[in-house]
């Protein structure tokens, strides 16, 4: 008997987001590379319930409820009172969120000076693949939309006096 090697693949978290997006059903998904240090996006990105309601205008509010480690839990509040409780993981370049009905993720990866940024969404029903064509008839994808924003906060608050 032979001892059998696995592959293996080192990603950085863009790329294992962009891996994730492939083969979910349905996911909208942007990326690009932004004028900002690494460390001037991940503070927008890791800033969940400050931030995050910028990002993403469908949601007004999000609180952390829970934190382990890397693993927390929130609590988003929609534009229109819907509500959703979210286990993420949050880690540097890192944030994957779940709730019964919604799937998102965030990464970053420095390229020198600049910084790789991702961010992917869907829905987690039956024919959320469906809705995805929709989603890019209506105007700029959904996700290029949430790079926008980020790349606009991440260099505003980059000029707040310390």
């Not at 509010?61 to 929609?78: F, H, K, V, Y």
């Not at 995805?132 to 105007?139: E, M, Q």
Request: aromatic share 8%; charged share 25%; net charge positive.
């Amino acid at each position: 008997m032979t001892d059998t090697i696995w592959p293996e693949a080192d990603l950085d978290p863009v790329r294992r987001l962009r891996v994730m997006a492939a083969v979910i059903p349905g996911a909208v998904y942007a990326e690009d590379v932004l004028p900002l240090s690494f460390d001037e996006v991940w503070a927008v990105a890791a800033d969940l319930e400050n931030e995050f309601p910028r990002l993403l205008t469908d949601v007004r509010t999000m609180r952390i409820t829970r934190a382990d480690g890397e693993r927390l839990e929130a609590l988003a509040r929609g534009r229109f009172g819907q509500r959703a409780r979210f286990d993420v993981v949050l880690r540097p370049g890192w944030c994957w969120m779940q709730s019964r009905f919604l799937l998102g993720g965030m990464a970053a990866a420095a390229e020198a000076d600049r910084t790789r940024f991702a961010f992917m969404g869907t829905l987690r029903v039956p024919g959320a693949r469906l809705l995805h064509p929709l989603s890019h008839a209506l105007g700029a994808s959904p996700g290029s939309r949430v790079i926008h924003r980020m790349a606009r906060r991440a260099s505003a608050r980059a000029q707040e006096p310390q």
